[in-house]
C-alpha cells in the first residue's frame, strides 16, 4: 500500500486530523501532553511503515495500541489515571473549547459513559469515520461499533436533556 | 432526538493540540528519514511470470523433441519382474526340489458385521481372517529343505438370507 501524501503535505493530513486524534487517545490518557505524545508516536510509526492516510482504521488503531503501551508501560501512572480519572485534570484541561453550561453538562455525561461506547463516540462524532472503519480499527464487526454508537447515545439522553 | 443529541456533540470543538506538537513530529519524521534510509530491507518475493514462462516452454520443447516416454518398457518390466520373483517361479527355478507341505494357522478371524457390496442382492457378512502360510519344498537328489512363511489375510463375503 503506497503513501498517497507526500512528505510534503503530510502537515495538512496532520492538521487536520491532529485534534480528533488527541481527542481519541485522550480517552486512555487523560493528561493533553500524554495524548499528544501518544498521538506523535502513533503517527510517525504510521508513516514509516508508509501506510495510506486514507487507511484512517489503520490510523486510529494505532493510536490505540500507542495509547495502551503507554499504560503498560507506567502502571502507577495508569493507576493514578484511573484514580483521578478525572475531576481535577478534567476541569484544569478540557477537552473541549469554549464550553458553555449545557455543553459542560453533555461533556460531563459523555465522560461517564462506558469506555467502549465513549471510544465509538469520539471516533464517530469527532473524527468522522464510518461504523466499517471504526469495526476495523477496535477489532469489532461494523454492527457491534453501530451497536455501541447506540446505547453510547441511549445512555447520554437519559442524563442529557438538551436546553 | 438521535439527531439533535448527534448535532449537540458536534457542536463541541476538541481543544487544539499544542503549537509544538507539529514541530516535534517533523522532527521524529525527520529522524525516521534518517535511520529508515539505513535500514537494509529485502525484496519482496514476486513471481517472474516471463522468466515462469520461458522456463516451462523450455521444458515443453525439450519433452518434445527428446520424445522422453515415461512408460514401463519391455527391458524394465522384465527388470522388475525379476526383482520380485513369486514363489511358483521361485521353485520353477529350482526343478530338483518338490513341493512336500504347506501349513495354515489362523491366528485371528474376526467377523466385522453385514455389509452390502455392490452388485450383489443380498447383504454379506465380512470375516477377517489373519493366517500364517508355510510352504515347504525338499530337494529330490540331495534331501535339502526349504521353506518360506509368510502371514496374509483373508477377507471372506458370506451370504446372508433373511427368514
Keep these: 500500500m503506497e503513501n498517497v501524501a507526500t512528505h510534503e503535505d503530510w502537515k495538512v493530513c496532520f492538521s487536520e486530523l491532529a485534534p480528533g486524534l488527541v481527542l481519541f487517545a485522550r480517552q486512555w490518557v487523560r493528561s493533553p501532553a500524554d495524548a499528544e505524545d501518544v498521538v506523535q508516536d502513533a503517527f510517525v510509526r504510521f508513516w514509516r511503515r508508509n501506510l495510506s492516510i486514507k487507511n484512517r482504521a489503520l490510523l486510529y488503531a494505532a493510536v490505540r495500541s500507542a495509547a495502551l503501551d503507554l499504560i503498560r508501560r507506567d502502571n502507577r501512572r495508569a493507576r493514578r489515571e484511573v484514580e483521578v480519572f478525572g475531576e481535577a485534570e478534567r476541569s484544569v484541561q478540557p477537552q473541549f473549547e469554549q464550553l458553555d453550561d449545557s455543553q459542560r453538562q453533555l461533556v460531563a455525561a459523555l465522560d461517564h459513559l462506558p469506555r467502549d461506547q465513549r471510544e465509538v463516540l469520539v471516533m464517530k462524532i469527532w473524527n468522522e469515520l464510518t461504523f466499517a472503519e471504526i469495526g476495523e480499527a477496535l477489532g469489532v464487526s461494523q454492527n457491534t461499533a453501530a451497536s455501541r454508537y447506540r446505547y453510547g447515545l441511549a445512555a447520554l439522553k437519559k442524563t442529557f436533556q438538551p436546553q | ?163
Design chain 2, 1 to 163: 432526538m438521535n439527531e439533535e443529541l448527534e448535532n449537540e456533540l458536534k457542536k463541541l470543538r476538541p481543544v487544539r493540540p499544542s503549537a509544538e506538537l507539529i514541530s516535534r513530529v517533523e522532527r521524529a519524521l525527520a529522524d525516521a528519514g534518517e535511520t529508515g534510509a539505513k535500514i537494509i530491507r529485502p525484496e519482496r518475493f514476486r513471481v517472474n511470470w516471463l522468466g515462469l514462462g520461458l522456463g516451462l516452454a523450455a521444458a515443453a520443447t525439450f519433452l518434445i523433441l527428446a520424445r522422453v516416454d515415461f512408460r514401463p518398457t519391455e527391458k524394465t518390466k522384465q527388470t522388475n519382474v525379476s526383482a520380485t520373483p513369486s514363489l511358483q517361479q521361485k521353485a520353477a527355478a529350482l526343478p530338483n526340489y518338490q513341493a512336500t507341505g504347506l501349513t495354515q494357522v489362523v491366528y485371528s478371524k474376526r467377523d466385522e458385521g453385514l455389509v452390502f457390496p455392490r452388485g450383489a442382492e443380498g447383504p454379506s457378512r465380512r470375516v477377517r481372517t489373519a493366517k500364517r502360510e508355510t510352504f515347504r519344498w525338499r530337494d529330490r537328489q540331495s534331501g535339502a529343505q526349504l521353506a518360506v512363511s509368510y502371514p496374509t489375510e483373508e477377507v471372506t463375503l458370506i451370504p446372508v438370507s433373511g427368514q
